[in-house]
């Protein structure tokens, strides 16, 4: 691993493409470091990673506003990518109106 700032940390991004070592200020936004990641990495340049949740030690980062650090992310941890899920289904209204 490379040497790097107090507020920087490299981590490794998993998904299926493969793991991937990026540098990242753990003062950015989840959102950010997963643009710059894409932007940094030429083997992922082509996947939209905003249809990706951030799992990191068996949680989803479920809000991409804030920062890395509020996460307790750290230097050498392995983030991973999970595809996200929508589920037609989960938007129908399935309850019927009784008439009255």
């Not at 991937?20 to 936004?29: A, Q």
């Not at 399935?94 to 008439?99: L, R």
């Amino acid at each position: 691993m490379t040497q790097v700032a107090a507020s920087e940390a490299t981590v490794f991004f998993q998904l299926s493409l493969g793991r991937f070592e990026s540098v990242v200020d753990l003062n950015d936004t989840v959102r950010a470091a997963k643009k710059k990641f894409r932007f940094a990495v030429p083997q992922v340049a082509h996947v939209n990673l905003n249809s990706f949740h951030v799992n990191f030690n068996g949680s989803y980062f479920t809000d991409e506003s804030k920062t890395l650090a509020s996460y307790n992310v750290e230097n050498g941890v392995t983030l991973h990518l999970v595809k996200k899920i929508t589920c037609p289904a989960a938007a129908v209204d399935t309850e019927k109106k009784v008439d009255e």
